[in-house]
């Protein structure tokens, strides 16, 4: 019996975002082409939008979207004479899919394969010949199933730039010679960290956006833990795969009580804790005890199991008060040996001014290079902060209004104007 429209709409819409990734993962295995990949899976969800609202949603909504598009590939090869060859091996892989459900294949044999195209994709989509930027965009496209305006939404760019640059990225895979086959050895360990270097810079646009009126982007956020909780199962061997899925899940906890009624940004010890998503936090800390695990079996572990440490220990405190602040203040050195850099000189000197005094945070400030995140709104922010608890209240304005004139994120520079007023009302 066929479903209502809307019932349609939405299982057509929630198949493809589970989908996706697997359909062009095998597709590409298949053609060794992402980009026809795509278009051969687009083809299928068409066909799913033209078919599904008068025949009904198949049992198996992914075999169908897998076979449709796999018989839209042989008829393409079937078109070029010179690829006989691709034609036959498409059809053996058809034919050889194991039982029948509505007409379709069952591909429940084909799991772990098409897994392995997942993880593939994604490393494809992290080539080194792509910049952050391409990589993150093509992730959540070929990985996510986002479509180009909603990644053009989260990322708040317009929709034509951000076709063209999926479009070049696809383009510069081609013209590497990027292959369909997943890193061994020392490359494998390179790559994997762009992979999470590429998850980890879509949950923080989402978490905190770097532009616009939205202070999160929830979707982002959302998108980002999927995938990491995707590779957590695909790598499940590396601690920090599991310490960035524990990293994200925590971070992502306390999204109701990042904003107010109004929408209005709530910083870290003035959220309402009990607004913290319970779930996510036993699932940061699950992700984090199996890091753990792996890291005392000998398994080197880095920055995000680092950074989840600090995260699980604001997690269990049940007040802002409570909060082991010499304990984060110590990952957070051995955080600044391990992934040295300003953003986390920043955070540590936040560390340091609760831990001990609020000079102790200006001392690390006061060591960074002077031109250390020029433009960037971090620093005066922090600065400030650290000034108003030490009652230098005069200097703490200047320094919250020279980081409100450098944010681009409007939320953020309502914040942080608020609290240049709060410090001249102090004087």
């Not at 294949?105 to 992290?126: G, K, N, Q, S, Y």
């Not at 879509?202 to 009126?213: C, R, V, W």
């Not at 000197?349 to 102790?360: I, K, L, N, T």
Request: aromatic share 4%; glycine share 6%.
């Amino acid at each position: 019996m066929p479903a209502t429209p809307g019932a349609t709409a939405d299982a057509i819409t929630a198949t493809w975002r589970e989908e996706s990734a697997r359909l062009v993962g095998a597709l590409t295995r298949m053609t060794r082409d992402v980009g026809l990949a795509e278009d051969l899976a687009q083809d299928a969800l068409v066909s799913a939008l033209e078919q599904w609202p008068g025949q009904g949603i198949p049992r198996n909504a992914g075999a169908w979207l897998m076979t449709t598009a796999k018989r839209r590939a042989i008829d393409h090869f079937r078109r070029a004479d010179t690829l006989r060859r691709k034609t036959e091996e498409l059809g053996h892989a058809l034919l050889d899919a194991h039982g029948e459900e509505d007409g379709m294949p069952d591909l429940d044999a084909l799991v772990d394969h098409i897994e392995d195209d997942v993880l593939r994709l994604i490393f494809l989509c992290c080539h080194p010949a792509l910049s952050p930027d391409s990589r993150a965009a093509l992730t959540l496209r070929l990985v996510g199933g986002l479509t180009t305006p909603e990644i053009a939404r989260g990322f708040l760019a317009a929709e034509t730039a951000m076709g063209q640059r999926i479009s070049r990225a696809k383009r510069t895979l081609a013209e590497a010679g990027a292959e369909f086959e997943l890193p061994t050895g020392e490359d494998r360990t390179r790559r994997l960290d762009d992979v999470m270097a590429v998850v980890y810079l879509i949950f923080n646009e989402g978490y905190s956006a770097t532009a616009g009126d939205d202070w999160m982007r929830p979707d982002l956020c959302q998108e980002a833990i999927r995938l990491a909780r995707m590779l957590a199962q695909m790598v499940p061997d590396e601690p920090e795969v599991h310490g960035l899925q524990a990293l994200l899940e925590i971070q992502a906890s306390r999204t109701h009580a990042r904003t107010d009624a109004e929408g209005n940004p709530v910083l870290l010890e003035d959220q309402d804790r009990t607004q913290w998503d319970q779930l996510l936090v036993r699932r940061g800390l699950a992700a984090l005890e199996r890091a753990e695990l792996l890291a005392a079996r000998g398994r080197p572990v880095g920055r995000y199991y680092l950074q989840a440490a600090i995260a699980s220990r604001h997690a269990r405190a049940a007040r802002p008060e409570d909060t082991d602040w010499k304990s984060i203040a110590s990952l957070y050195d051995v955080l600044a040996e391990v992934a040295p850099g300003p953003v986390v000189e920043v955070n540590r000197a936040v560390a340091h001014g609760r831990a001990f005094e609020p000079g102790a945070g200006l001392a690390v400030l006061e060591a960074l290079p002077a031109d250390a995140l020029t433009g960037s709104h971090l620093v005066p922010s922090v600065r400030g902060d650290l000034l108003a608890r030490l009652g230098r209240h005069e200097e703490a304005a200047a320094s919250f209004r020279e980081a409100a004139a450098l944010t681009r994120n409007n939320s953020e520079r309502r914040l942080l104007t608020a609290r240049a007023e709060e410090c001249d009302d102090a004087r």
